[in-house]
């Protein structure tokens, strides 16, 4: 993918919305119930607040289908695109992430940054370390061919979180 401008944009960092993160409780975008458990050591990434579990923290294990809901916002039609995949998610009410932006010690390893079209397609990636994640994100998103991006962990391939531009 060519990038045609370098300049970085202020990026919006989206976790799962409340409202859906209710619904994930109840049935997942698979359709199953939630495979509830407590964190015993701590450390699971929350998808609904952008923090870490707590050691004996009630969470949840859900299938959630980011794109699918992102497109269900914009009129997209990603088609074959359209990825469900497990997110750890709290198991109870969360007010969700104390800002909009980048999530201070959510990222412990490499990830992928993969870029998507305004319908929803797959237009490329690019591996990150923690430490330049937001910064590549936002050149990334600098241009306009992109839509928005997920950041996913390499180790599973499981989504992280929503950026979008600002």
């Not at 199953?32 to 990434?45: F, I, K, L, W």
């Not at 992102?70 to 990603?78: L, R």
């Not at 980048?102 to 870029?115: D, I, K, M």
Request: overall charge neutral.
């Amino acid at each position: 993918m060519t990038i045609t401008s370098a300049t970085p944009s202020v990026l919006t960092v989206h976790a799962i919305d409340p409202a859906v993160h209710r619904a994930l409780l109840v049935r997942d975008d698979s359709g199953r119930a939630p495979v509830r458990s407590v964190d015993e050591t701590g450390g699971a990434p929350l998808r609904c607040c952008l923090t870490r579990a707590r050691p004996g923290e009630r969470i949840a294990l859900v299938s959630y289908a980011p794109l699918r809901r992102w497109a269900a916002g914009t009129g997209a039609e990603p088609g074959p695109y359209d990825e469900t995949g497990p997110v750890f998610v709290h198991d109870g009410p969360c007010a969700g992430p104390a800002g909009r932006g980048w999530p201070e010690g959510f990222h412990s390893g490499r990830r992928l940054v993969r870029l998507y079209d305004r319908r929803g397609h797959i237009l490329g990636g690019e591996l990150v370390e923690p430490d330049t994640a937001e910064a590549v994100a936002a050149r990334l998103l600098a241009d306009p061919q992109v839509a928005v991006a997920h950041v996913r962990a390499v180790d599973f391939g499981c989504f992280m979180h929503e950026v979008r531009r600002g």
